[in-house]
């Protein structure tokens, strides 16, 4: 039972061996009338009906946590709308549809409060000060928690600069921090991190993050492989999520699509779990359909062996050349650095982030 002073989100996390998050947002919102370069963060004041819909759908199919449509939350990313007045109000909205929701459930389920990347590039590349990004991203916090988010989300994320400054910034709201990368360029994030370089950051935060992992990136194989090597970066005593795209975005018609299947997400599921993951779900394309059946695929496993190169291509697909090299820890880790090096090999080429190719999401 919880207790009225405990967190939703450490509740669960204390008290069950493996927690379904949810699906994606921005690609589900499509379906339902959003126009590509839209905010769907707007949704929250003109169709929050239809938000807590998306919601409903997850919680009915299984999920256990509920991530808020705020991904595009920051003043930063709604400056592009100009609606970066309605930062406090848009993000307090989005956690209270989604508080709404969970109540309702009769069972516990935790609010996370999406946080994505401002957009901007930091210091000393870009403009942005370590300063600015922690301020936005700690008003962000502050309103997702007015509303009644139990954990704050950060995802999606590719630079060190920005990891820091978003911890350090949602640390102002007192909450949880759960962190994921989208590891989506040959095995690394856009701005080169791979999972041991990830490790070494998450043990220099402060606060410490009570989740991290992966999410968006490629496909459903690369997210397992890079589930696997982040476990051997750090260890069992982390907590990891793996929330991975529903397959690989593919034009049709001149719309994005994902071509993972319901069977495809059942099988990732398990092999996320297996990898060492404890919180998965799923990102860009995984509609409810999908995420029902992560959770009766979920229901029905007992955690097994680790699976190696061979399970994961054998049954998902390819992996890129760098997750490979990354593969085996520290031995390997000097073949892994090379491998990045050449981001136009392998999968690289073809990978674009969801934030890049048109899909206002990567949640
Ligand atoms: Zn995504």
């Not at 949880?176 to 791979?194: A, E, K, W, Y």
């Not at 031995?331 to 969801?354: D, E, F, I, K, W």
Request: hydrophobic share 40%; proline share 4%; net charge negative.
């Amino acid at each position: 039972m919880l207790n009225p002073s405990e967190n939703r989100f450490s509740h669960l996390l204390a008290t069950r061996p493996w927690l379904l998050a949810d699906g994606a947002t921005g690609s589900n919102l499509f379906d339902v009338g959003l126009v590509s370069g839209d905010a769907p963060e707007l949704w929250n004041t003109e169709h929050p009906d239809r938000i807590a819909a998306l919601h409903q759908s997850f919680v009915d199919a299984g999920a256990d946590i509920l991530l808020t449509n705020s991904f595009g939350g920051t003043v930063y990313r709604l400056k592009l709308h100009n609606a970066q007045a309605r930062m406090a109000e848009l993000n307090t909205l989005a956690a209270q549809i989604a508080r709404r929701v969970a109540d309702a459930s009769g069972r516990t389920i935790a609010v996370a409060g999406s946080m994505g990347p401002t957009g901007e590039i930091m210091e000393p590349i870009g403009p942005l000060t370590f300063g600015e990004a922690k301020a936005a991203f700690a008003e962000q916090a502050l309103a997702l928690k007015a509303g009644g988010a139990d954990v704050l989300w950060i995802e999606t994320m590719s630079s060190r600069e920005e990891v820091e400054a978003a911890v350090a910034g949602a640390a102002a709201a007192d909450l949880p921090i759960v962190c994921t990368l989208s590891f989506d360029t040959n095995g690394r994030t856009m701005m080169g991190i791979s999972p041991s370089d990830f490790s070494a950051i998450e043990q220099s935060l402060s606060p410490r993050l009570a989740a991290c992992g992966t999410n968006c990136g490629v496909g459903a194989s690369e997210v397992v492989a890079c589930i696997h090597n982040l476990a051997e970066a750090m260890g069992p005593d982390v907590v990891l999520v793996a929330k991975g795209n529903c397959g690989i975005p593919q034009y049709v018609d001149g719309a994005i699509c994902y071509n993972g299947t319901p069977e495809i997400m059942a099988l990732y599921a398990r092999m996320a779990l297996d990898a060492g993951a404890r919180i998965i779900g799923g990102c860009c394309g995984t509609s409810a359909k999908h995420l029902r059946a992560m959770r009766e695929a979920l229901e029905s496993h007992t955690r097994s062996a680790s699976p190696t190169l061979e399970d994961i291509t054998s049954q998902l697909g390819e992996v890129s050349t760098g997750a490979r090299a990354q593969w085996g820890g520290a031995h390997s880790r000097a073949a892994g650095a090379a491998a990045g090096a050449n981001l136009s090999r392998g999968r690289g080429a073809r990978t674009r982030r969801s934030t890049d190719s048109g899909t206002p999401d990567g949640a």
